[in-house]
């Protein structure tokens, strides 16, 4: 669930990488995730496990700004309250497979499960995993305000861009750092970097739960 805290200003990062989420209430984001993402997915063995920064900047001029966007919004877009996270992981799992990278959709119960996609290294290294949550804190029904209180816009699943910030559900929480493991992924692949490990990219249902009380029975409150 997203935090009650004061809002900060919105500030602009300076670095001149995308800038692709922002707490649902407009907080300032701290580095861009797309780079971590590149950061952690390109590392090679040595002293300190330094990054390959020549390797690294040819990924990165990969990464297509406006594809990176869009996949954000529409992730928000779908709406995926726990319970129902099916939509938004058939449309990851349409999005990896329409750019070479194999993907399946991983049923857990009716209306809900999790993508899974991979891009093969040749077996020599460990494989590495991105794990993100697929679900929302926030369904849109009036049963949100029993522990969010009154519902506020910006928690609905309608992706909205002000400036340089992305607003609406699950941006911050998970989806915005689902969207740049994606297109980190997609980046290393027209890069043709050759990995030893292969790479998980995985985006799970029911990280949020509720837990099952009187009629609040069912997959939105398995706890």
């Not at 990924?59 to 990176?68: I, Q, T």
């Not at 996270?85 to 399946?104: G, H, K, M, Q, T």
């Not at 099952?212 to 029975?217: A, E």
Request: charged share 25%.
């Amino acid at each position: 669930m997203e935090s009650n805290r004061k809002s900060t200003p919105n500030r602009r990062l300076t670095s001149g990488k995308p800038q692709v989420a922002s707490r649902e209430r407009g907080s300032p984001p701290r580095v861009s995730r797309v780079h971590l993402a590149l950061e952690s997915l390109i590392t090679f063995p040595g002293e300190s496990m330094k990054t390959n920064r020549k390797t690294l900047e040819k990924v990165w001029s990969k990464v297509n700004e406006k594809e990176l966007v869009a996949l954000a919004m529409a992730l928000v877009d779908s709406h995926s309250p726990t319970g129902k996270e099916e939509e938004v992981a058939r449309l990851c799992v349409d999005w990896l497979n329409e750019r070479d990278i194999p993907a399946f959709y991983q049923e857990v119960e009716p209306g809900r499960g999790n993508v899974v996609g991979r891009l093969k290294g040749s077996g020599d290294g460990p494989i590495l995993m991105f794990n993100c949550h697929l679900d929302t804190a926030l369904s849109g029904d009036p049963t949100d305000a029993m522990f969010a209180g009154p519902l506020r816009p910006e928690w609905k699943s309608e992706a909205r861009r002000k400036g340089g910030l992305i607003f609406g559900s699950g941006i911050f929480n998970d989806k915005g750092p689902f969207a740049s493991v994606l297109i980190a992924a997609h980046a290393l692949k027209k890069a043709g970097v050759k990995l030893a490990g292969d790479i998980l990219l995985t985006g799970v249902c029911s990280e949020i739960g509720r837990a099952p009380v009187d009629q609040y029975q069912g997959g939105a409150h398995r706890g």
